[in-house]
């Protein structure tokens, strides 16, 4: 059996621990997984790095590649970092000609992407965690899985479906709800979004539950409302509690690639993030845009998903996704 796996801790004490066991599958478990869901990316990489025949003295395979970063949607900061600290590297005798220049480019961008690990912190009682973005990118299901996991890990939970203009969420989100064993909060169509939330936060209080998820629409043809509307659900969310929401979390659907950069700019203007939860990491070619999310935002990524179920649900882990992406054995 492979390691149990941390899934929930406040930034100093440990104010959650979940134990996962990630049990063998053929595919090799979680890690294996997050390999070939970066499977098209690590091929732009890693094809781009072995046809350059790196030379540190060579200005051409520089270029080659800072192009080979930017094809894989690293961003043109995050990308620049990255060069800047492997020519360092480099003039310091660190990356001679010939080297392993993939498990080289590995450590650099896990050190990049160190500061942007971050833990979910619970320890407000309850907790309120506002989950924003657009719809498509798995943000319902997401909060599903997330009280699935709270649950495990021994938490109350209250769902409130908050995004009152799609029928469809709320049923999916109650479904997962009553899996969860959680109190649902749902609503009617048109109700005020910011009621169901003030509903949902009042519901645990009352009841003495742990954490509240609060689902919100994801409606980017109507941007200005939907912004103005998050700002409303925040306000209303903090007159109920002092403190609250305690994390916001940004999901974004890793398949879009520097679209989700922009979304992220425009979610961070409208409310302040703690986080992001980064989805369909299994069917992209576009894995760096997690350092371009991180580099420029200064957002911790606090969960990937790369797949399906609900242990695909995980933690962000610097080293381990840096690995993944150039293909290397993540272990």
Known sequence: MADPQRMFSGLGDVVVVEEVPVAPSPSGGFLRKLVDGLAKSSRALTGQIQAIAFD???????????????????????TVEIIGRLERRAAAGGLPAGGDLA?????EIAELLSGAEAKIDVAASPTVILMVGVNGTGK???????????????????????????????????????????????SSHGQDPA???????DAAVARGRD??????????QTQVGLMDELAKIRRVIAQRLDGAPHETLLVLDATT?????????LFSE??????????????????????????????????????????????????????????????
Not at 103 to 107: D, F, G, N, P, V
Not at 211 to 220: K, M, N, P, Q, S
């Open 103 to 107: 498990a080289a480019l590995a450590e």
């Open 211 to 220: 954490v509240v998820l609060v689902d919100t629409a994801g409606r980017l």
């Open 195 to 201: 009621a169901v939330a003030y509903d949902g936060v």
């Open 140 to 186: 319902t299901t997401t909060v599903g899985k997330l009280a699935e996991h709270l649950r495990r890990a021994g938490k109350t939970v209250v769902v409130a479906a908050a995004d009152t203009f799609r029928a469809a969420a709320d049923e999916q989100l109650e479904a997962w709800a009553k899996r969860a064993g959680a109190d649902f909060v749902g």
């Open 56 to 78: 540190p003295a060579d200005a051409a395979a520089w270029e080659r590649l800072e192009e080979a970063l930017l094809l894989a949607d690293c961003g043109v900061p995050a």
């Open 257 to 265: 690639g520097q679209n989700g950069l922009v979304q992220a700019r």
């Open 270 to 331: 409208a409310t302040p993030l703690s986080g992001i939860v980064l989805t369909k990491l299994d069917g992209t070619a576009k894995g760096g845009i997690a350092l371009a999310i991180a580099h420029e935002l200064g957002v911790p990524i606090k969960l990937i998903g790369v797949g399906e179920t609900l242990d695909d649900l995980r933690p962000f882990a610097a080293d381990s996704f840096a690995r993944a992406l150039l293909g290397l054995d993540a272990s």
